[in-house]
Protein backbone atom coordinates (compact mmCIF):
# COMPACT_ATOMS: atom_id res chain seq x y z
CA UNK A 1 0.00 0.00 0.00
CA UNK A 2 1.70 3.46 -1.36
CA UNK A 3 0.70 6.84 0.84
CA UNK A 4 -1.06 8.97 -1.44
CA UNK A 5 -3.45 11.85 -1.43
CA UNK A 6 -6.47 9.93 -2.76
CA UNK A 7 -6.13 5.93 -2.39
CA UNK A 8 -8.56 3.31 -3.43
CA UNK A 9 -8.74 1.18 -0.06
CA UNK A 10 -11.38 -1.79 1.23
CA UNK A 11 -12.42 -0.64 5.32
CA UNK A 12 -10.63 -3.13 6.25
CA UNK A 13 -7.33 -1.24 4.71
CA UNK A 14 -8.57 1.72 5.07
CA UNK A 15 -8.98 0.86 9.35
CA UNK A 16 -5.19 -0.02 9.55
CA UNK A 17 -4.22 2.78 7.57
CA UNK A 18 -5.97 5.05 10.10
CA UNK A 19 -4.31 2.68 12.87
CA UNK A 20 -1.39 3.51 11.26
CA UNK A 21 -1.84 7.25 11.20
CA UNK A 22 -3.49 7.78 14.54
CA UNK A 23 -0.57 5.91 16.36
CA UNK A 24 -2.20 2.95 17.50
CA UNK A 25 0.80 1.12 19.74
CA UNK A 26 -0.91 -2.46 19.92
CA UNK A 27 -3.28 -4.06 17.46
CA UNK A 28 -4.99 -7.31 18.90
CA UNK A 29 -7.21 -9.88 17.33
CA UNK A 30 -8.06 -13.23 16.30
CA UNK A 31 -9.03 -13.65 12.15
CA UNK A 32 -12.50 -14.43 11.45
CA UNK A 33 -14.04 -12.96 8.03
CA UNK A 34 -14.99 -10.24 7.40
CA UNK A 35 -12.16 -8.82 9.66
CA UNK A 36 -8.96 -10.63 9.41
CA UNK A 37 -7.50 -8.41 6.86
CA UNK A 38 -7.28 -5.48 9.19
CA UNK A 39 -4.74 -6.59 10.94
CA UNK A 40 -2.69 -7.90 8.46
CA UNK A 41 -2.46 -4.68 6.70
CA UNK A 42 -1.85 -3.14 9.83
CA UNK A 43 1.36 -5.14 10.24
CA UNK A 44 2.26 -4.36 6.94
CA UNK A 45 2.08 -0.62 7.21
CA UNK A 46 4.63 -1.26 10.10
CA UNK A 47 2.07 -1.69 13.26
CA UNK A 48 2.56 -4.01 15.99
CA UNK A 49 -0.08 -6.78 15.39
CA UNK A 50 -0.37 -9.96 16.62
CA UNK A 51 -2.77 -12.98 16.57
CA UNK A 52 -4.13 -13.72 20.11
CA UNK A 53 -5.49 -18.03 20.74
CA UNK A 54 -8.84 -16.07 20.86
CA UNK A 55 -10.95 -13.02 21.08
CA UNK A 56 -11.35 -12.49 25.10
CA UNK A 57 -7.71 -12.72 25.26
CA UNK A 58 -6.95 -10.53 22.58
CA UNK A 59 -9.30 -7.94 24.27
CA UNK A 60 -7.56 -8.42 27.58
CA UNK A 61 -4.55 -7.93 26.41
CA UNK A 62 -5.53 -4.54 24.05
CA UNK A 63 -7.62 -3.47 27.42
CA UNK A 64 -3.76 -3.82 29.15
CA UNK A 65 -2.27 -1.88 26.82
CA UNK A 66 -5.09 0.90 26.78
CA UNK A 67 -4.76 0.93 31.16
CA UNK A 68 -0.90 1.90 29.95
CA UNK A 69 -2.21 5.40 28.07
CA UNK A 70 -1.46 3.49 25.14
CA UNK A 71 -3.64 3.78 21.68
CA UNK A 72 -4.66 0.12 21.41
CA UNK A 73 -7.59 -1.75 19.13
CA UNK A 74 -8.87 -5.11 18.95
CA UNK A 75 -10.15 -6.94 15.93
CA UNK A 76 -12.83 -9.53 15.43
CA UNK A 77 -15.71 -10.63 13.63
CA UNK A 78 -18.98 -10.69 15.30
CA UNK A 79 -19.64 -14.05 16.91
CA UNK A 80 -16.08 -13.16 18.70
CA UNK A 81 -17.24 -10.43 20.63
CA UNK A 82 -19.46 -13.61 22.10
CA UNK A 83 -16.12 -14.78 23.03
CA UNK A 84 -14.82 -11.36 24.51
CA UNK A 85 -18.44 -10.38 26.15
CA UNK A 86 -16.82 -10.43 29.23
CA UNK A 87 -14.18 -8.37 29.32
CA UNK A 88 -16.06 -6.18 27.37
CA UNK A 89 -19.03 -5.68 29.82
CA UNK A 90 -16.69 -4.52 32.64
CA UNK A 91 -14.31 -2.56 30.67
CA UNK A 92 -16.70 0.19 29.90
CA UNK A 93 -16.59 -0.08 34.28
CA UNK A 94 -12.97 0.16 34.32
CA UNK A 95 -12.26 2.77 31.90
CA UNK A 96 -9.15 2.95 30.10
CA UNK A 97 -6.25 5.38 30.70
CA UNK A 98 -5.69 5.83 26.88
CA UNK A 99 -7.56 4.79 24.20
CA UNK A 100 -9.16 2.00 23.24
CA UNK A 101 -10.98 0.78 20.15
CA UNK A 102 -12.64 -2.41 19.46
CA UNK A 103 -13.86 -3.17 15.47
CA UNK A 104 -16.68 -5.64 15.60
CA UNK A 105 -17.55 -6.91 12.22
CA UNK A 106 -20.65 -7.88 11.42
CA UNK A 107 -22.00 -10.54 9.03
CA UNK A 108 -24.93 -9.64 7.74
CA UNK A 109 -26.40 -12.34 5.13
CA UNK A 110 -23.54 -15.03 7.09
CA UNK A 111 -21.18 -14.98 3.97
CA UNK A 112 -18.79 -17.08 6.23
CA UNK A 113 -20.60 -17.29 9.52
CA UNK A 114 -22.80 -19.55 11.67
CA UNK A 115 -25.39 -17.02 12.48
CA UNK A 116 -26.79 -13.40 11.51
CA UNK A 117 -26.50 -11.52 14.83
CA UNK A 118 -26.36 -7.89 15.03
CA UNK A 119 -23.67 -6.42 17.33
CA UNK A 120 -25.67 -3.04 18.12
CA UNK A 121 -27.05 -4.95 20.68
CA UNK A 122 -24.01 -4.98 22.49
CA UNK A 123 -23.54 -1.26 22.30
CA UNK A 124 -26.75 -0.78 24.39
CA UNK A 125 -26.60 -3.62 27.05
CA UNK A 126 -22.48 -2.92 27.37
CA UNK A 127 -22.83 0.59 27.32
CA UNK A 128 -19.78 1.35 24.61
CA UNK A 129 -19.73 4.40 22.49
CA UNK A 130 -20.42 2.54 18.84
CA UNK A 131 -19.64 4.25 15.32
CA UNK A 132 -21.11 2.81 12.45
CA UNK A 133 -19.31 3.94 9.21
CA UNK A 134 -20.84 4.03 5.31
CA UNK A 135 -17.70 3.55 3.34
CA UNK A 136 -14.24 3.63 3.46
CA UNK A 137 -13.50 7.21 3.70
CA UNK A 138 -15.89 6.92 6.90
CA UNK A 139 -14.06 3.94 8.57
CA UNK A 140 -10.42 5.85 8.41
CA UNK A 141 -12.18 9.17 9.10
CA UNK A 142 -14.34 7.22 12.37
CA UNK A 143 -10.93 5.10 13.80
CA UNK A 144 -9.62 9.11 14.08
CA UNK A 145 -12.70 9.87 16.04
CA UNK A 146 -12.89 6.88 17.95
CA UNK A 147 -9.66 7.52 19.45
CA UNK A 148 -10.50 10.45 20.37
CA UNK A 149 -13.71 10.33 22.10
CA UNK A 150 -12.16 6.86 23.58
CA UNK A 151 -9.38 9.23 25.09
CA UNK A 152 -11.92 12.46 25.86
CA UNK A 153 -14.14 9.88 27.85
CA UNK A 154 -11.33 7.37 29.32
CA UNK A 155 -14.01 4.66 27.57
CA UNK A 156 -13.96 1.66 24.71
CA UNK A 157 -15.66 2.82 22.04
CA UNK A 158 -16.85 0.19 19.73
CA UNK A 159 -16.15 0.48 15.32
CA UNK A 160 -19.29 -1.60 13.80
CA UNK A 161 -18.62 -2.60 10.24
CA UNK A 162 -20.35 -5.22 8.40
CA UNK A 163 -18.79 -7.33 5.47
CA UNK A 164 -20.03 -5.03 2.31
CA UNK A 165 -17.64 -2.25 3.98
CA UNK A 166 -14.64 -4.10 5.08
CA UNK A 167 -14.68 -5.71 1.74
CA UNK A 168 -15.90 -2.84 -0.65
CA UNK A 169 -13.16 -0.10 -1.94
CA UNK A 170 -13.90 3.42 -2.45
CA UNK A 171 -11.77 6.23 -2.33
CA UNK A 172 -9.84 7.41 0.71
CA UNK A 173 -7.83 10.96 1.44
CA UNK A 174 -5.48 10.30 4.02
CA UNK A 175 -5.09 12.66 7.04
CA UNK A 176 -1.42 13.42 8.57
CA UNK A 177 -0.11 10.73 10.60
CA UNK A 178 -0.67 11.71 14.16
CA UNK A 179 2.09 12.04 17.36
CA UNK A 180 0.79 9.50 20.02
CA UNK A 181 0.69 10.70 24.10
CA UNK A 182 3.62 8.95 25.66
CA UNK A 183 2.97 5.79 27.80
CA UNK A 184 2.97 5.14 31.32
CA UNK A 185 1.22 3.80 33.73
CA UNK A 186 -0.56 4.95 36.52
CA UNK A 187 -2.10 3.31 39.82
CA UNK A 188 -5.89 3.45 39.67
CA UNK A 189 -6.85 0.45 41.51
CA UNK A 190 -10.83 1.87 42.80
CA UNK A 191 -11.16 2.38 38.91
CA UNK A 192 -9.73 -0.53 38.17
CA UNK A 193 -10.04 -3.40 40.72
CA UNK A 194 -13.92 -4.26 39.94
CA UNK A 195 -15.13 -5.75 43.72
CA UNK A 196 -18.36 -4.63 44.24
CA UNK A 197 -17.80 -1.64 46.22
CA UNK A 198 -15.80 0.07 43.13
CA UNK A 199 -18.11 -1.45 40.70
CA UNK A 200 -21.09 0.40 42.00
CA UNK A 201 -19.58 3.75 41.67
CA UNK A 202 -18.01 2.74 38.30
CA UNK A 203 -21.34 2.42 36.81
CA UNK A 204 -22.60 5.52 37.97
CA UNK A 205 -19.49 7.13 36.16
CA UNK A 206 -20.15 5.17 33.05
CA UNK A 207 -23.86 6.50 33.16
CA UNK A 208 -22.70 10.00 33.27
CA UNK A 209 -20.24 9.22 30.79
CA UNK A 210 -22.91 7.49 28.22
CA UNK A 211 -25.13 10.75 28.94
CA UNK A 212 -22.48 13.59 28.67
CA UNK A 213 -21.37 11.45 24.95
CA UNK A 214 -25.35 11.65 23.85
CA UNK A 215 -25.48 15.23 24.01
CA UNK A 216 -22.07 15.36 21.79
CA UNK A 217 -23.43 13.49 19.77
CA UNK A 218 -26.82 15.72 19.36
CA UNK A 219 -24.33 18.78 19.17
CA UNK A 220 -21.59 17.14 16.83
CA UNK A 221 -21.67 13.44 16.24
CA UNK A 222 -21.04 12.15 13.26
CA UNK A 223 -24.30 12.14 11.94
CA UNK A 224 -25.42 13.64 8.41
CA UNK A 225 -28.27 15.32 6.94
CA UNK A 226 -29.32 15.14 3.08
CA UNK A 227 -32.44 17.43 2.47
CA UNK A 228 -34.67 17.17 -0.19
CA UNK A 229 -38.42 16.32 -0.07
CA UNK A 230 -40.22 16.41 2.97
CA UNK A 231 -42.82 13.51 1.53
CA UNK A 232 -40.11 11.40 2.42
CA UNK A 233 -37.57 10.83 5.03
CA UNK A 234 -35.84 8.08 5.43
CA UNK A 235 -33.09 7.53 8.94
CA UNK A 236 -30.42 5.07 8.09
CA UNK A 237 -26.66 4.31 9.10
CA UNK A 238 -24.04 1.99 7.51
CA UNK A 239 -23.77 1.11 4.28
CA UNK A 240 -27.38 1.33 3.73
CA UNK A 241 -27.08 4.87 3.96
CA UNK A 242 -25.43 4.78 0.22
CA UNK A 243 -27.86 2.00 -0.91
CA UNK A 244 -30.92 4.63 0.10
CA UNK A 245 -29.15 7.29 -1.69
CA UNK A 246 -29.64 5.36 -4.97
CA UNK A 247 -32.72 3.83 -4.14
CA UNK A 248 -34.37 7.48 -3.33
CA UNK A 249 -32.37 10.63 -4.66
CA UNK A 250 -35.15 12.56 -4.10
CA UNK A 251 -35.79 11.58 -0.22
CA UNK A 252 -34.58 13.88 2.92
CA UNK A 253 -31.90 11.48 4.63
CA UNK A 254 -30.70 11.63 7.88
CA UNK A 255 -27.44 9.65 8.59
CA UNK A 256 -26.40 8.33 12.13
CA UNK A 257 -22.80 8.14 12.55
CA UNK A 258 -22.85 6.58 15.93
CA UNK A 259 -25.36 4.13 16.89
CA UNK A 260 -25.14 4.28 20.59
CA UNK A 261 -25.83 6.20 22.70
CA UNK A 262 -28.52 7.63 20.04
CA UNK A 263 -28.68 11.25 19.29
CA UNK A 264 -32.70 10.92 19.88
CA UNK A 265 -33.96 14.69 20.05
CA UNK A 266 -31.67 14.94 16.44
CA UNK A 267 -34.06 12.08 15.08
CA UNK A 268 -37.30 13.41 16.59
CA UNK A 269 -36.87 16.58 14.62
CA UNK A 270 -36.22 14.95 11.62
CA UNK A 271 -39.16 12.71 11.82
CA UNK A 272 -41.36 15.52 12.70
CA UNK A 273 -39.58 17.49 9.70
CA UNK A 274 -40.73 14.82 6.88
CA UNK A 275 -44.40 13.43 6.03
CA UNK A 276 -43.44 9.89 6.27
CA UNK A 277 -40.77 8.57 8.01
CA UNK A 278 -39.25 4.89 7.12
CA UNK A 279 -36.07 3.50 8.77
CA UNK A 280 -33.75 1.52 5.88
CA UNK A 281 -31.44 -0.60 8.05
CA UNK A 282 -29.73 -3.84 8.13
CA UNK A 283 -30.09 -6.91 10.16
CA UNK A 284 -32.36 -6.22 13.34
CA UNK A 285 -34.99 -3.16 13.28
CA UNK A 286 -32.75 -1.74 16.57
CA UNK A 287 -33.23 1.58 15.40
CA UNK A 288 -36.70 1.29 14.75
CA UNK A 289 -37.40 -0.02 18.39
CA UNK A 290 -35.01 2.64 19.92
CA UNK A 291 -36.85 5.22 18.27
CA UNK A 292 -40.43 4.00 18.89
CA UNK A 293 -39.45 3.34 22.44
CA UNK A 294 -39.11 7.25 22.60
CA UNK A 295 -42.57 7.31 21.09
CA UNK A 296 -41.32 8.96 17.55
CA UNK A 297 -43.24 7.82 14.84
CA UNK A 298 -41.46 5.96 12.32
CA UNK A 299 -42.07 3.10 9.66
CA UNK A 300 -39.36 -0.53 9.46
CA UNK A 301 -39.09 -2.79 6.93
CA UNK A 302 -41.10 -5.97 6.88
CA UNK A 303 -39.47 -9.26 8.61
CA UNK A 304 -38.94 -10.73 5.02
CA UNK A 305 -36.44 -7.76 4.79
CA UNK A 306 -34.30 -8.66 8.14
CA UNK A 307 -32.47 -11.47 6.54
CA UNK A 308 -29.64 -11.08 4.59
CA UNK A 309 -27.82 -7.62 3.38
CA UNK A 310 -29.68 -4.68 1.49
CA UNK A 311 -29.38 -3.56 -1.70
CA UNK A 312 -31.14 -0.87 -3.99
CA UNK A 313 -33.45 -3.25 -5.44
CA UNK A 314 -34.72 -4.38 -1.74
CA UNK A 315 -34.66 -0.91 -0.61
CA UNK A 316 -37.35 0.22 -3.40
CA UNK A 317 -38.96 -2.79 -2.48
CA UNK A 318 -39.24 -1.79 1.18
CA UNK A 319 -40.19 1.74 0.73
CA UNK A 320 -43.00 0.77 -1.98
CA UNK A 321 -44.35 -1.90 0.85
CA UNK A 322 -43.85 -4.50 -1.51
CA UNK A 323 -43.46 -8.28 0.46
CA UNK A 324 -43.93 -10.63 -2.54
CA UNK A 325 -41.58 -13.64 -2.83
CA UNK A 326 -38.07 -11.78 -3.60
CA UNK A 327 -36.47 -13.54 -6.70
CA UNK A 328 -34.05 -16.11 -5.16
CA UNK A 329 -30.27 -15.75 -6.92
CA UNK A 330 -29.18 -18.67 -9.05
CA UNK A 331 -27.29 -21.76 -6.93
CA UNK A 332 -23.64 -21.29 -7.11
CA UNK A 333 -21.30 -24.60 -6.95
CA UNK A 334 -21.30 -25.48 -3.62
CA UNK A 335 -18.24 -24.78 -1.29
CA UNK A 336 -15.87 -28.16 -0.98
CA UNK A 337 -13.08 -29.24 0.83
CA UNK A 338 -9.95 -28.87 -1.60
CA UNK A 339 -8.46 -31.77 -3.87
CA UNK A 340 -5.70 -32.78 -1.70
CA UNK A 341 -7.18 -31.81 1.28
CA UNK A 342 -5.33 -34.12 4.54
CA UNK A 343 -9.09 -34.14 6.16
CA UNK A 344 -10.53 -35.48 3.10
CA UNK A 345 -9.68 -38.92 4.01
CA UNK A 346 -10.60 -38.31 7.99
CA UNK A 347 -14.30 -38.17 7.12
CA UNK A 348 -14.10 -40.91 4.25
CA UNK A 349 -13.45 -42.98 6.96
CA UNK A 350 -15.63 -41.40 9.70
CA UNK A 351 -18.46 -41.84 7.27
CA UNK A 352 -17.23 -45.33 6.49
CA UNK A 353 -17.63 -46.40 10.12
CA UNK A 354 -21.14 -44.39 10.44
CA UNK A 355 -19.46 -41.95 13.54
CA UNK A 356 -21.49 -39.24 15.36
CA UNK A 357 -19.60 -36.71 14.51
CA UNK A 358 -19.75 -33.70 16.25
CA UNK A 359 -17.80 -30.74 14.43
CA UNK A 360 -16.13 -27.18 14.19
CA UNK A 361 -15.39 -24.06 13.01
CA UNK A 362 -13.49 -24.08 9.95
CA UNK A 363 -12.72 -25.34 6.61
CA UNK A 364 -13.46 -29.04 7.81
CA UNK A 365 -17.56 -28.13 8.36
CA UNK A 366 -18.00 -28.61 4.64
CA UNK A 367 -17.77 -32.10 5.30
CA UNK A 368 -21.20 -31.82 6.30
CA UNK A 369 -21.99 -31.97 2.82
CA UNK A 370 -21.55 -33.95 0.01
CA UNK A 371 -19.87 -36.36 -0.87
CA UNK A 372 -19.06 -36.83 2.66
CA UNK A 373 -22.03 -35.94 4.79
CA UNK A 374 -20.24 -36.79 7.64
CA UNK A 375 -21.20 -33.97 10.50
CA UNK A 376 -23.54 -34.23 12.77
CA UNK A 377 -23.27 -30.77 14.81
CA UNK A 378 -21.38 -27.24 14.73
CA UNK A 379 -22.75 -24.43 16.94
CA UNK A 380 -19.80 -21.95 17.86
CA UNK A 381 -15.97 -22.48 18.48
CA UNK A 382 -14.67 -25.34 20.42
CA UNK A 383 -17.95 -27.09 20.75
CA UNK A 384 -17.51 -30.37 19.63
CA UNK A 385 -15.92 -31.38 22.29
CA UNK A 386 -18.44 -30.55 24.77
CA UNK A 387 -21.72 -31.41 22.36
CA UNK A 388 -20.00 -34.64 21.83
CA UNK A 389 -19.10 -35.75 25.68
CA UNK A 390 -22.69 -34.19 26.05
CA UNK A 391 -24.14 -37.42 23.62
CA UNK A 392 -21.70 -39.80 25.14
CA UNK A 393 -22.83 -39.27 28.49
CA UNK A 394 -26.59 -39.87 27.90
CA UNK A 395 -27.12 -42.79 24.93
CA UNK A 396 -26.94 -46.15 25.02
CA UNK A 397 -23.49 -47.63 24.97
CA UNK A 398 -23.80 -49.05 21.45
CA UNK A 399 -24.66 -44.94 20.55
CA UNK A 400 -21.93 -43.56 22.65
CA UNK A 401 -19.06 -45.32 21.24
CA UNK A 402 -19.84 -43.77 17.94
CA UNK A 403 -19.68 -40.15 18.87
CA UNK A 404 -15.77 -39.03 17.82
CA UNK A 405 -15.38 -35.15 18.15
CA UNK A 406 -13.38 -33.62 15.34
CA UNK A 407 -11.79 -30.09 15.78
CA UNK A 408 -9.23 -27.92 13.58
CA UNK A 409 -5.91 -27.04 15.29
CA UNK A 410 -6.42 -23.07 15.37
CA UNK A 411 -10.43 -24.12 16.51
CA UNK A 412 -8.66 -25.98 19.41
CA UNK A 413 -6.32 -23.35 20.38
CA UNK A 414 -9.39 -20.69 20.43
CA UNK A 415 -11.65 -22.95 23.03
CA UNK A 416 -11.33 -26.60 22.59
CA UNK A 417 -8.94 -27.00 25.36
CA UNK A 418 -11.79 -26.15 28.35
CA UNK A 419 -12.85 -29.06 26.79
CA UNK A 420 -10.25 -31.41 26.75
CA UNK A 421 -10.02 -30.28 30.77
CA UNK A 422 -13.80 -31.32 30.48
CA UNK A 423 -12.70 -34.77 29.25
CA UNK A 424 -10.48 -35.57 31.87
CA UNK A 425 -12.61 -33.43 34.69
CA UNK A 426 -15.68 -35.56 33.82
CA UNK A 427 -15.10 -38.78 31.48
CA UNK A 428 -17.87 -40.68 29.79
CA UNK A 429 -18.17 -44.47 31.00
CA UNK A 430 -17.54 -45.27 27.41
CA UNK A 431 -14.67 -42.36 27.14
CA UNK A 432 -14.11 -40.87 24.42
CA UNK A 433 -12.27 -39.93 20.92
CA UNK A 434 -11.18 -36.57 20.36
CA UNK A 435 -9.52 -35.54 16.58
CA UNK A 436 -7.63 -32.97 16.24
CA UNK A 437 -6.86 -31.94 12.22
CA UNK A 438 -3.99 -30.21 12.21
CA UNK A 439 -3.34 -29.01 9.19
CA UNK A 440 -0.63 -26.50 10.64
CA UNK A 441 -3.11 -23.27 10.30
CA UNK A 442 -6.02 -21.29 10.37
CA UNK A 443 -7.36 -22.13 7.05
CA UNK A 444 -10.75 -20.80 6.62
CA UNK A 445 -10.38 -17.09 7.31
CA UNK A 446 -6.99 -16.86 4.69
CA UNK A 447 -4.15 -18.84 6.35
CA UNK A 448 -3.10 -17.02 9.57
CA UNK A 449 -0.55 -18.62 12.15
CA UNK A 450 -1.54 -19.63 15.65
CA UNK A 451 0.29 -20.90 18.93
CA UNK A 452 0.44 -24.17 17.63
CA UNK A 453 2.24 -23.29 14.12
CA UNK A 454 5.24 -21.52 16.55
CA UNK A 455 4.91 -18.25 14.24
CA UNK A 456 3.67 -14.89 15.36
CA UNK A 457 1.42 -12.74 12.72
CA UNK A 458 4.81 -11.23 10.94
CA UNK A 459 6.53 -14.85 10.76
CA UNK A 460 8.97 -14.19 13.42
CA UNK A 461 9.20 -17.34 15.39
CA UNK A 462 7.97 -18.03 18.65
CA UNK A 463 6.53 -20.77 21.29
CA UNK A 464 4.72 -23.93 19.87
CA UNK A 465 1.77 -25.34 21.79
CA UNK A 466 2.35 -29.62 21.41
CA UNK A 467 -1.70 -30.87 21.84
CA UNK A 468 -0.02 -34.48 22.43
CA UNK A 469 1.63 -32.99 25.29
CA UNK A 470 -1.34 -31.03 26.43
CA UNK A 471 -3.60 -34.53 26.48
CA UNK A 472 -0.41 -36.33 28.37
CA UNK A 473 -0.22 -33.54 31.19
CA UNK A 474 -4.21 -33.91 31.29
CA UNK A 475 -3.98 -37.60 31.60
CA UNK A 476 -5.49 -38.95 28.26
CA UNK A 477 -5.05 -42.74 28.35
CA UNK A 478 -4.04 -42.80 24.62
CA UNK A 479 -2.49 -40.06 22.36
CA UNK A 480 -2.14 -40.96 18.50
CA UNK A 481 -0.74 -39.01 16.14
CA UNK A 482 -0.72 -39.87 12.39
CA UNK A 483 -0.64 -39.06 9.02
CA UNK A 484 -4.12 -40.74 7.39
CA UNK A 485 -3.18 -39.72 3.83
CA UNK A 486 0.00 -42.59 4.03
CA UNK A 487 -2.20 -45.06 5.40
CA UNK A 488 -5.71 -44.78 5.33
CA UNK A 489 -6.50 -48.81 6.32
CA UNK A 490 -3.75 -47.80 9.46
CA UNK A 491 -6.15 -44.88 10.24
CA UNK A 492 -9.64 -46.90 9.80
CA UNK A 493 -8.24 -49.48 12.03
CA UNK A 494 -7.08 -46.79 14.29
CA UNK A 495 -10.33 -44.76 14.85
CA UNK A 496 -12.11 -48.20 15.54
CA UNK A 497 -9.87 -49.50 18.15
CA UNK A 498 -10.12 -46.15 20.08
CA UNK A 499 -13.79 -46.03 19.83
CA UNK A 500 -14.11 -49.36 21.67
CA UNK A 501 -11.97 -48.34 24.44
CA UNK A 502 -13.25 -47.22 27.72
CA UNK A 503 -10.53 -44.35 27.59
CA UNK A 504 -9.93 -40.79 27.00
CA UNK A 505 -8.15 -40.66 23.40
CA UNK A 506 -6.79 -37.77 21.27
CA UNK A 507 -5.40 -38.44 18.07
CA UNK A 508 -3.60 -35.62 16.39
CA UNK A 509 -4.16 -36.39 12.23
CA UNK A 510 -1.10 -33.79 11.16
CA UNK A 511 -0.92 -32.98 7.72
CA UNK A 512 -0.23 -29.52 6.40
CA UNK A 513 -2.65 -27.73 4.70
CA UNK A 514 -0.96 -27.07 0.96
CA UNK A 515 -1.95 -23.54 0.84
CA UNK A 516 -1.13 -22.95 4.02
CA UNK A 517 2.57 -24.64 3.94
CA UNK A 518 3.14 -22.95 0.02
CA UNK A 519 1.79 -19.13 1.79
CA UNK A 520 3.86 -19.80 4.70
CA UNK A 521 7.05 -20.76 2.52
CA UNK A 522 6.92 -17.68 0.47
CA UNK A 523 6.19 -15.12 4.13
CA UNK A 524 9.00 -17.17 5.28
CA UNK A 525 11.35 -16.09 2.30
CA UNK A 526 10.40 -12.67 2.23
CA UNK A 527 11.12 -11.90 6.02
CA UNK A 528 14.13 -13.28 5.16
CA UNK A 529 14.92 -10.93 2.19
CA UNK A 530 14.21 -7.82 4.20
CA UNK A 531 16.22 -8.67 6.89
Known amino acids: MVDTKRMLLSGNEAVALAARDVGIALGTGYPGTPSTEILEEFA????????????KVAYEVALGAAFATARAMVTMKHVGLNVAADPLFTSTYTGVGGAFVVV???????????????NRHYARAAGIPTLEPSDSQEAYDMTFLAVELSERWRIPVMLRVTTRICHSRTIVTPRSRAEPPPVAFQHDRP?????????????????????????????????????????????????SFVHAREAAPEASVLKIGMCYPLPMETLRRFAQSVDRCVVIEEGDPYLVESLRAEGIKVEGKAECFRFNE?????????????????????RGKPPQLCQGCPHRTVFEVLGKLDCIVTGDIGCYTLAVLPPFEAMDSC???????????GLRHVLPEDEARRVVSVIGDSTLVHSGITGMV??????????????????????????????????????????????????????????DICDPTKDIEGFERLVRERLADDELTLIVVRRPCLLGARKAKKMQLASEGSE
Not at 106 to 116: F, I, K
Not at 206 to 220: F, Q, S, Y
Not at 379 to 389: E, I, K, P, Q, R
Not at 428 to 456: F, K, S, W, Y
Open 310 to 330: LNVNRIRRILAGETTEEIKPF
Open 104 to 118: SADDPGMASSQNEQD
Open 379 to 389: VCMGASVGTGL
Open 422 to 479: EMMYNPPATGHVLIILDNGTTAMTGLQEHPGTGRRLNYEPTGKLAYEDLARILGFKHV
Open 191 to 239: GRVMIPSNARPAHRRLRAKLAEIKEWNENEGPNRRVDGEKSLGIITSGV
Open 44 to 55: KLGGQAQWAPNE
